[in-house]
Every structure is written in structure tokens, then in C-alpha cells.
């Protein structure tokens, strides 16, 4: 087969996929940009629903409530997966139990997740039981504008975590074992093995948890739409709750819009950071 037809054939087995990245994702996107540049009534471009939304207290609250929430989620998902890659990579018993086990609640979806967990941290639920028992008065959990946000890192914890062990997981099985038997030889204790083998052969797999980890965190609607409706005192408000209240609850699409392309150039710049941060790393 010719080089040509190959390329055909590769594009034909792409199309699927890249005609729902142009439906889906592309076109969406362009749409935003367009209709944010549209102030209400208006033909012509202006920049008025940005200095409207950027003006707006309670959008400048959501932009830094989203930003707290992702630099306290993202090392914590990523650390707790790697953790559990590490521990379920070895061959303890029942290890395949545990994999299944932690990987469970990405099969649940969202939604259901979040009604388990809401039910668990009612003052009456389980959560408060389990305090119960070691002595501790009950919390108020979701009611309290200090705790509201560190249940929904929880949930959305407990959601994402089995994923991304899994990837990590399947990044170090992939090690050759031979880089460890040589890092024994050179008289490298488990940490040293971590920091100067584990860790650079995870560079990519790394790489792309933290990415799509952090792509993923910042599109939470679900637990907060079921849990707290971005209360208490707006404490758990982050930009898709807050883009959502505005297109739907307030009928106000043109500032949705806005929101819309910040969040995704809030995200874009982000990831651009990450990807520059890890191939430094890389390089280094």
C-alpha cells in the first residue's frame, strides 16, 4: 500500500473522531468567543461583557474561588494517585481487589456520586457517625462556608483518583525492572529510586495526568450543583457553577459567553505552564 493510501486510510479512521472535535468542542468554542463580543442588542464588537463581568463581584469571587480549588486539588488527586500506583504496583494480596476497588467510582457517574456523598455529610449522616465514634461532635459539612469547598475537593477526589492511578499505574509497569536492579546495585535506597528512576520514567504519563487532571477539575459542575448550588456565602461558587447561574438561572448568555472564553483561556494558560514546567524537567 502507498504512502497516500495510507494517509487516507488514517484520515478515515480520524474522521469520526475529528468531526466531533470540530462539533463539539471547536465550533462551541468559536461560537463563545463570537457571541461574547456581542454586547446584548448590539452588531457590533465590543469588549462590553468583559468589563461587565470583570466589574462583577461575584465573578471576580468564582475566578479565585476556581483557582484556590485547583492549586489544593490538583497536587492532592495527583499525589494520592501516584501514591496508590506506587503501593498497588507491588505485588501485595488481593491487589487486583484493591485496583477494582479504588477504580470503582469512576464507573459511578457524577451525579450519583454526589447524591451519595450529600447524603453522607447531612448532620445526621454517616460522616458525623464515624466523627461519633472517635469522640468528635458533629460538623455542619456542607452548611459551613469553611468546610463547603474541602467537601467538594473530597468528592471530586473520590471521583477522579481511581482514573488517573490507573494511567500512573500502567506508566510504571512500564519501567524496565532492570533500571532498579541497577539503582540497587549503585546502593540507592526506595526514595532515591523514586526521585532518580520512578519519577523521570513517569515524565509523560505525569504529564498528562496533570493536564487533563487539571482540564477536568476546572469543568466541576455536578458535585457542586448537587452538594452546596455554589453556597454557602458563594464559598463553593466556582466558574462553571457560576457560568451556569448566569446562561440559565439569570438569562444572561452574552456575559455566559464572557465567562465562558475566560475560563477556557484561564485554563489554556494554565496548561501551557504545566506542559513549559514539565519539559524543563525533562530537558534538564
Known amino acids: 500500500m502507498s504512502k497516500t493510501k495510507n494517509i487516507y486510510v488514517a484520515l478515515a479512521f480520524l474522521a469520526p473522531a475529528l468531526l466531533a472535535v470540530v462539533c463539539l468542542r471547536i465550533w462551541p468554542a468559536l461560537l463563545s468567543v463570537h457571541e461574547s463580543l456581542l454586547a446584548p442588542r448590539a452588531t457590533t464588537y465590543s469588549l462590553e461583557n468583559y468589563i461587565y463581568i470583570f466589574g462583577d463581584p461575584i465573578f471576580q469571587s468564582s475566578v479565585w474561588t476556581t483557582l484556590f480549588f485547583s492549586i489544593v486539588v490538583n497536587p492532592l488527586q495527583i499525589a494520592i494517585s501516584l501514591g496508590l500506583a506506587i503501593l498497588l504496583n507491588n505485588k501485595l494480596p488481593g491487589t487486583g481487589f484493591w485496583r477494582t476497588l479504588v477504580l470503582l467510582p469512576v464507573a459511578i457517574p457524577a451525579s450519583v456520586s454526589a447524591v451519595v456523598w450529600a447524603a453522607a455529610l447531612r448532620p445526621d449522616g454517616l460522616m458525623n457517625a464515624l466523627l461519633g465514634l472517635f469522640g468528635l461532635g458533629p460538623q455542619p459539612f456542607l452548611t459551613s462556608p469553611q468546610q463547603a ?67 477536568s477539575n476546572f469543568l466541576v459542575f455536578a458535585p457542586v450543583q448537587i452538594l452546596t448550588r455554589g453556597g454557602p456565602q458563594r464559598s463553593t461558587n466556582l466558574i462553571m457553577h457560576e457560568i451556569y447561574n448566569r446562561a440559565f438561572a439569570a438569562g444572561d448568555k452574552s456575559s455566559a459567553y464572557a465567562a465562558t472564553v475566560v475560563l477556557i483561556l484561564l485554563m489554556l494558560t494554565i496548561v501551557a505552564i504545566q506542559f513549559r514546567m514539565m519539559s524543563d524537567k525533562g530537558e534538564s
Not at 183 to 207: C, E, H, K, S, Y
Request: glycine content about 6%; charged content about 15%; some cysteine.
Open 149 to 215: 469547598l474541602a467537601c467538594i475537593i473530597l468528592v471530586t477526589s473520590w471521583i477522579g483518583v481511581g482514573y488517573w492511578m490507573t494511567i500512573l499505574l500502567a506508566g510504571l509497569q512500564d519501567i524496565p525492572k532492570s533500571l532498579y536492579e541497577a539503582a540497587r546495585i549503585d546502593g540507592m535506597n526506595r526514595w532515591q529510586q523514586f526521585i532518580n528512576v520512578t519519577l523521570p520514567q513517569l515524565r509523560r504519563p505525569l504529564t498528562f495526568v496533570l493536564v487533563a487532571d487539571t482540564v
